[in-house]
């Protein structure tokens, strides 16, 4: 006697419940990468520097008592890419106080974004200052309702494949009855 026939499963029934949690397994492992990939994980007000004027930007916020984060990166392609996320949010602001030459070619390819992208022409601690009140001056108006939109659509997805699962469950238990 099998283990199965002990609890009182039958062995057709229980190869076509293995089927079933392999294709959740996999609907699941495809659909969690998609989701995942591209997240925007930084703030919605940041300022972009590197390594020396990251320290005189962090300095200038302090200073100034503002609620800006300061993210420091080492290659333009990494700051492309943030670039990037500021066209799929319209409530992101940036400033660049280094990688010039990736802002302004990103803004060269995107002008809708020049409101959203301040790039600083140069490093020294008054332009990185003025671009800094440039940019928190930019803040006012903006509200994060947008983001909501996103949040709901994740919900809404998540509770389609819930029922999905939910109603492939009902319909084998009872094809057992």
Same mark, same amino acid.
């Given at each position: 006697?099998?283990?199965?026939?002990?609890?009182?499963?039958?062995?057709?029934?229980?190869?076509?419940?293995?089927?079933?949690?392999?294709c959740i397994?996999?609907?699941?492992?495809?659909?969690?990468?998609?989701?995942? #990939?591209?997240?925007?994980?930084?703030?919605?007000?940041?300022?972009?520097? &590197?390594?020396?004027?990251?320290?005189?930007?962090?300095?200038?916020?302090?200073?100034?008592?503002? &609620?800006?984060?300061?993210?420091?990166?080492?290659?333009?392609?990494?700051?492309? #890419?943030? +670039?990037? #996320?500021? +066209?799929?949010?319209?409530?992101?602001?940036?400033?660049?106080?280094? @990688?010039?030459?990736?802002?302004?070619?990103?803004? &060269?390819? #995107?002008?809708?974004?020049?409101?959203?992208?301040?790039?600083?022409?140069?490093?020294?601690?008054?332009?990185?200052?003025?671009?800094?009140?440039?940019?928190?001056?930019?803040?006012?108006?903006?509200?994060?309702?947008?983001?909501?939109?996103?949040?709901?659509?994740?919900?809404?997805?998540?509770?389609?494949?819930?029922?999905?699962i939910s109603?492939?469950?009902?319909? @084998? +238990?009872?094809?057992?009855?």
């Open positions: 006697m099998s283990w199965m026939d002990r609890i009182g499963i039958k062995g057709e029934y229980f190869m076509k419940m293995n089927r079933l949690i392999l397994i996999v609907i699941l492992g495809v659909i969690s990468p998609i989701n995942g #990939h591209g997240a925007d994980i930084t703030d919605n007000v940041i300022v972009i520097a &590197d390594e020396t004027t990251g320290i005189i930007a962090k300095k200038n916020i302090d200073d100034l008592n503002l &609620d800006i984060k300061v993210y420091e990166f080492a290659s333009e392609s990494d700051v492309y #890419h943030q +670039l990037e #996320h500021a +066209l799929t949010n319209p409530n992101k602001r940036i400033l660049l106080v280094s @990688f010039q030459d990736t802002g302004n070619k990103f803004l &060269d390819e #995107h002008k809708e974004l020049s409101n959203q992208v301040i790039v600083c022409i140069d490093t020294d601690e008054e332009n990185i200052k003025n671009g800094i009140i440039q940019l928190n001056s930019t803040m006012c108006g903006t509200d994060d309702t947008n983001n909501l939109n996103i949040d709901y659509t994740t919900l809404i997805l998540i509770v389609v494949i819930i029922g999905l109603s492939i469950g009902i319909i @084998f +238990l009872k094809k057992k009855k």
